[in-house]
């Protein structure tokens, strides 16, 4: 199992894994961030792994779910002048204003109707996030050589990205609270795969030769991701 990788994606599930001789059997957990973890034998396939990770699907979901509805990885928010929002790796304070109008971000503030709340701050961080995005990947592909046909900012669940082999990339909105050299990660994650489609050795290589410190972007993703703002009606 030399070559199997650190992180295996099935279907929407990326599943962290690692190995250790004292197993006998495959161990999936799914953590308190949310994550979802394998500790395997050595002599376990990567083929068995997906089969059992495909045949605990369900289990896994409910997990998630629970994870979800219990917001034990999840900061709790309420839409009243002050609270904090981030954007792009900065803390904005909302500003609750009349009359009605759409979300935007002036003067250091983020300005949100009185009657606003979750769904008009996810369509702002959309609007604003396709946007920046689309400007900012064009240098990446550029430089990995990919050809991107669109960019759509979704919510996708537990994914921060996802490709198709027409060249189309999706990006989870919740992106756009990280630092900007962290969505350069998720950024180069997605177009590697549009040259690769899975998450194999030379995959990594590919992402490595575009960012040498992906493991550390990676890392600090992994810990700041349960700490974003995420409502369950914006996943």
Known sequence: MSDFPGVLHVCDLDVNVSVSPRRRSVRLTVERDASV??????????????KVVEAKRSWLYGKLAERRELGESRPDRQYVSGEGFSYLGRSYRLRIVDPP?????VRGRLELSRDGGARELVRWYSRVGEAWLKRRIKPWASRMGVDVVGLRVLPL????GSCSPSGAVNIHWATMQ?????VDYVLVHELAHLLRHDHSAEFWRLVE???PDYEDCRERLRRLGPDLWLPAEGR
């Not at 973890?37 to 997906?50: F, N, T």
């Not at 109008?101 to 971000?105: F, G, H, P, T, Y």
């Not at 990280?178 to 962290?182: G, K």
């Open 37 to 50: 973890s394998a500790v395997v034998p050595p002599q376990v396939s990567r083929d068995e792994l997906v």
């Open 178 to 182: 990280l630092p900007p050299t962290l």
């Open 209 to 211: 030769r575009t960012m």
């Open 157 to 160: 669940g537990y994914r921060w």
């Open 101 to 105: 109008s759409e979300v935007r971000l």
